[in-house]
């Protein structure tokens, strides 16, 4: 048995140093370079907290993030639970629809966004229609449209993760629960949502955690500079070359997606353990 | 009376739930229209179809250097990724529970941390290590990006391994190496390689590493496409992103028609003894165990 344990670390061994070296080791020197680049100050962070416009920032790509994850939990229940109720080939089918737009590159999707929503483009045209007035079609090159941009990116992993936690509800509830006399939307209310919502619940905080760190979209649709944080960063790297601010925002940037992550990845264990389907 | 409502109720959800795909699919859809179009404002539906875009993108060298930088990149990304990603894969399998956990939790990290860090920290890195615009640079960045999906896919293929195979080979005296690319590696290999292809769409699409870390003679399509997006208007951008389009399409139905082929063989054993272990798995184990054997 020690024999195969060393089988298994010498195969582990180039992975690891390689993700060492390659990946750990920049990552350090950003949350170093925080505090000692340019010699020991907390210059980076102090700006951050006294300049207004970095809390500003701050604010807003939580708060961007916040209501794309909205949005995105509630079309992608709606979205799932419709998927759930159907079966055989049109589940697969729309199962793939929802797999499609995975594959696209990042940049055509928010690139055929910005000739959808730009002046005198199909939703512009489509607004007016309805009659909406000009100043309220000023669509592109705003955080509705960055939301809109990011929405439609996130969807497809909030309806699966949803779809995923639907589909292991056994159906067997339900029945129990309409022969019982429940109506339809009781049985809803009081058994599956409630039953779904943790699965729900993960899928968003996951779109959350990837929200905040998103670039391209922002800086695409955004129509400014530095929206997100994400933005401000690269905007310190490319522009200003300060290279102490930009590390601090990224070792905050760092700091709370990794927190955030690790503990959806400890929920989920339990959750995981309590289901009786981890052992350990 | 109740089937009626429920059914309108089902009816009732269709509605927005198609809508919701509808917004998802059809912006996906809309640049291969786009693409045929000859005007150099967007059109959405275009008035003269025609194939100028296409044209002046095979005739641009810019362009052209572009695709076969990321082909360049994209290939170097797959090989190094299967290879690092598959001897991890088999590794965790052989480790204590707890180191395993940790590792694990290594192995996740690129995809849990955003691209931006990751990006200026490498930039930074790199500028310091003088490699900064390289071709290998790159290719490192991406393939520890790409590591934990090679890892999620190629685990999970072991995981389906049937254990008894390579305890046969090798209590007849074939060696690891032997045993592996006789008997393993046959049973995993449509996993390693849904993983390498795997690892070139993610190089292939892969977009803030790139701009960061690629020079201005190693620039990848995406990289510049993004020019193309901020620094002019170019209307072959629509032709570029079909094309890109088409690139995991191809991918998929060449990962398919490979592993069609091997399902359609493990079946025909099957439908020999319909047990997964018959005798002509057997067999072959001993065939390929015994010449090790007789070189005893």
């Known amino acids: 048995m020690a024999n195969k344990s060393f089988d298994g670390y010498t195969l582990l061994a180039p992975a690891v140093v390689f993700l060492c070296f390659v990946f750990v080791y920049p990552l350090i020197q950003v949350v170093w370079g925080s505090f000692f680049y340019g010699g020991f100050s907390f210059n980076g962070y102090a700006r951050i907290w006294a300049v207004p416009v970095y809390r500003q920032v701050i604010g807003t790509t939580f708060r961007i993030a916040l209501f794309s994850t909205g949005i995105c939990i509630v079309l992608g229940y709606v979205v799932a639970y419709f998927i759930s109720s159907t079966h055989g080939v049109l589940r697969r089918v729309l199962t793939a629809a929802v797999v499609i737009p995975l594959i696209l590159n990042v940049l055509v999707r928010n690139y055929v966004w910005i000739i959808l929503l730009q002046r005198n483009g199909p939703v512009d045209h489509l607004l007016s229609a309805f009659g909406v007035a000009g100043d309220s079609r000023e669509l592109l090159h705003s955080e509705s449209a960055v939301m809109i941009g990011m929405v439609s990116s996130l969807l497809p992993y909030m309806i699966l993760s949803t779809l995923a936690s639907l589909l292991a509800i056994p159906e067997q509830l339900r029945h129990a629960s309409t022969s019982l006399g429940s109506s339809p939307i009781r049985t809803f209310r009081r058994v599956t949502l409630p039953l779904s919502l943790p699965g729900a619940a993960a899928g968003g905080l996951i779109v959350f955690i990837i929200s905040v760190g998103f670039y391209i979209t922002p800086a695409l649709l955004g129509g400014r500079r530095d929206l997100m944080i994400s933005n401000v960063i690269a905007f310190n790297v490319n522009e200003t070359l300060n290279w102490k601010l930009a590390f601090a925002l990224g070792t905050i940037l760092l700091v709370c997606t990794v927190t955030a992550y690790g503990a959806y990845a400890s929920w989920l264990k339990k959750k995981l353990i309590s289901h009786g389907r981890l052992s350990y | ?296």
Not at chain 2, 218 to 223: A, G, Q
């Open chain 2, 1 to 296: 009376m109740t089937s009626f409502w429920l059914n309108l109720g089902k009816a009732a959800l269709a509605v927005p739930a198609l809508l919701i795909l509808a917004f998802l699919i059809v912006p996906s859809l809309a640049v291969v229209p786009m693409s045929f179009s000859d005007s150099m404002v967007y059109k959405l539906i275009p008035e003269h179809p025609s194939l100028v875009q296409y044209q002046s993108f095979i005739s641009s060298d810019g362009w052209i250097s572009a695709l076969l930088n990321s082909f360049k990149v994209a290939i170097g990304t797959a090989l190094l990724a299967t290879t690092l990603g598959c001897a991890a894969a088999f590794g965790l399998t052989r480790i204590d529970s707890r180191v395993r956990a940790i590792l694990q939790g290594l192995f996740v990290l690129p995809q849990a941390v955003p691209s931006i860090v990751i990006a200026v920290a490498m930039y930074f890195t790199y500028s310091k290590l003088g490699i900064n615009g390289s071709i290998i640079g790159i290719v490192m960045a991406h393939t520890a990006m790409a590591l934990p999906f090679v890892l999620m896919i190629v685990g999970s293929a072991i995981h389906n391994l049937e254990p008894s195979l390579a305890e046969a080979s090798r209590s007849l005296g074939s060696n690891s190496v032997r045993t592996f690319f006789r008997v393993t590696m046959p049973q995993v290999y449509t996993g390693v390689l849904g993983g390498a292809l795997f690892a070139f769409h993610f190089s292939f699409d892969e977009v803030v590493l790139s701009l960061f870390l690629t020079g201005a003679s190693t620039k990848t399509l995406p990289v510049k496409i993004w020019d193309g997006l901020f620094f002019e208007v170019s209307p072959i951008l629509p032709a570029i992103s079909s094309l890109l389009i088409l690139i995991p399409i191809v991918l998929f139905v060449l990962f398919m028609t490979i592993s069609a082929n091997r399902n359609s063989r493990a079946s025909a054993h099957a439908s020999d003894g319909a047990r997964p272990l018959d005798a002509q798995d057997k067999e072959e184990v001993v065939m390929i165990a015994s010449p090790a054997e007789q070189s005893l």
